[in-house]
Each structure stands twice: as structure tokens, then as C-alpha cells.
């Protein structure tokens, strides 16, 4: 035997395939919808990426249709299951879903499974597509949710763009937040380009000693 030791893969978190108008007007059998997700998935295919999360703003009907078509067609690829929101601070949060808690919870697709956990976290509009209309609960207690009921882990989408973590919120409940995973052990991680990471960690440092 000669084992390969580590493998570097490319994984995108972050593939919005929905239009608009699907969270009112979802037709999942539709060529229009197949062909557009088809496209999703071939491309990433062609860019090289070994993994993809599937997280359109409240809404998970995508996701279904793209297992759908990777079982299908044999496709290459792996694919995860998630949903991006709006948090009650103002910055942008994304879910990558645990792939056994649809079963789990006995959801008879993605489609539903999103729409009750964006329900339980208190979503005023679930047919809002655009990311502006905020959950309910802070994110304080969506991190707690997340992790306590083994449905997945919070990203914080673009941190360091304007809706991102460091740019909303008061420096307080960012405090708090990072204090979560310090203190008590409960996981969330950051989604930053590579020349972001210095900025990241300085500001989390900055936060921390400031009393």
C-alpha cells in the first residue's frame, strides 16, 4: 500500500443557485429550475471544486433538486446542504446543515427542513429572498441553537465587508459572541478571503483587550 497522505480540495460554501421569484413560485421539476442548478453544479465541476454548500437566502428547495441531479447524472461532487440569513445584529450568517438532521427530525425534504428551522428561529417574511429581513433571536442564541440541537455550524458570511460581522452590531455583542467559543466551547467560524486573516485576528485580539 502507499498511502497519499493530505489532500489540499476545493470547497466553495457559499453557492446561491435560487432566483427570485422560487421561494413563492417554487417549481422543482421544471426544466428551468434543473437547468439552472445543472449549471451550478457543472461549473463548479469545471472550476475544480471537490465540495459545495448550497445556501440560498431563506430558502432550501435548491438543494433537493441538486442531490437530485447529482444522483442522476454520477456527478463528481459533493454537496452540502445550508441556508444563508439575516441576522437581528445586521450582519450576514450562513448555516451548513448537519446531512443526517433532515432525517433526524423526520422532514420530508430540505425544502421543509429550511423552512422550519428559519420559522424556529423566528423569520418574519420565509418568502424573503433578498437578506434583508432579519430572524427573530439574536445570533447569540442562534449559535446556541445550532450547536445544542446538532443541526449544524453558523459561518458569518463576508465578516469584514459591510454586512459582515465586524462592520454591524455593537462592539459589545461582538464581544459576547467571540467569548461563546472561548468560554463555553461552542463552535461558528468566519467566512474571510486569505488576505483577510491578519485583519480577523486583530480584530478579535482588539476586542478582547478592550475593556
Known amino acids: 500500500m502507499h498511502p497519499k497522505g493530505s489532500e489540499w480540495r476545493k470547497w466553495d460554501l457559499q453557492i446561491h443557485p ?11 421539476d421544471s426544466d ?4 439552472r442548478i445543472n449549471e451550478f453544479l457543472n ?23 441538486a442531490l437530485k441531479i447529482k444522483e442522476e447524472e454520477s456527478l463528481d461532487i459533493i454537496l ?17 446543515f448537519n ?37 427573530g433571536i439574536t445570533t447569540k442564541e442562534l449559535i446556541q441553537k445550532v450547536n445544542n440541537e446538532d443541526i449544524g455550524i453558523v459561518f458569518f458570511s463576508h465578516c469584514l465587508a459591510n454586512k459582515g460581522f465586524f462592520k454591524r452590531g455593537s462592539n459589545d455583542s461582538r464581544k459576547e459572541i467571540i467569548k ?30 478592550d475593556n
Not at 53 to 60: E, L, R, S, W
Open 18 to 28: 435560487a432566483e427570485n421569484n422560487w421561494c413563492s413560485n417554487f417549481e422543482p
Open 32 to 35: 428551468s429550475v434543473k437547468n
Open 43 to 65: 461549473k463548479a465541476i469545471e472550476n475544480g471544486l471537490s465540495v459545495i454548500a448550497i445556501t440560498d437566502h431563506n430558502f432550501g428547495g435548491s438543494i433537493d433538486v
Open 80 to 96: 452540502l446542504p445550508g441556508v444563508e440569513l439575516n441576522a437581528k445584529e445586521g450582519w450576514h450568517i450562513f448555516i451548513i
Open 99 to 135: 446531512p443526517e438532521w433532515k432525517e433526524k427530525n423526520n422532514y420530508n425534504s430540505w425544502n421543509d427542513a429550511v423552512r422550519n428551522f428559519l420559522s424556529s428561529c423566528q423569520l418574519s417574511n420565509p418568502i424573503d429572498q433578498s437578506g434583508n429581513v432579519p430572524i
Open 180 to 209: 461563546m467559543s472561548i468560554e463555553d466551547g461552542y463552535l461558528f467560524g468566519f467566512d474571510i478571503k486569505n488576505e483577510g486573516r491578519e485583519q480577523v485576528e486583530k480584530a478579535i485580539k482588539d476586542m478582547l483587550s
